[in-house]
């Protein structure tokens, strides 16, 4: 069924005003949108809380609901980690590699950022940005076509570069997950400290 943009917009549409769950959700869902953006500047600390309770509500009475579409939705997703950490696609790789330089811009701009992060930052990035001129290097020397998966991971340097990439990534992104929680429950102890 090829839709144009057009087309599939009016289908939606037309879905919104079929019936009375379908006007329900999307008054629920305007409302949610309503109370969010009035609350960016009353900054009502309740209100968002109950935002949040309310999304969590709907998303766990969906799991409730179907159980079974909860349970398929994790299992491809596992699948599909799984599946990138064995055969990563040389697209997410590139997107990988940009990601990286972005993060390098950000940390070079950044006065947010401390002097011991901004070099943990260089060093992951660094890294990532070498293995990508190298695995670029690799496919060039060995004329491999990036668009056949096969020939790309039949060559074990090939295959080891992408796949460290993807480990080192997220040792760097589980790190800085990691630290950020560290800064904030730090903040948040000196602030509590401050006003006793």
Known sequence: MNLSIVEKITEIFKYIGSSFLSVSLFILCLLLFLISVINISKKN???????????????????????SYFVYSIDWLLKSIMKYIYFPSTGAYYMINLFSIIIIIYSLRSKKISKAKKVFNFVICN???????????????????????DSLYKNNQVLSIVQVSNLLLLLWIIITLFYK???FLKNKYDKKNENY
């Open 45 to 67: 600390k309740y209100a968002n809380y109950i935002i949040i309770v309310i999304y969590l509500a709907i998303f766990i009475s969906i799991i409730i609901a179907s159980p």
């Open 127 to 149: 890294i990532l940005f070498y293995l990508f001129l190298a695995f670029v290097v690799l496919v060039t020397y060995n004329k491999l076509d990036i668009r056949i998966l």
């Open 181 to 183: 929680l560290f800064i």
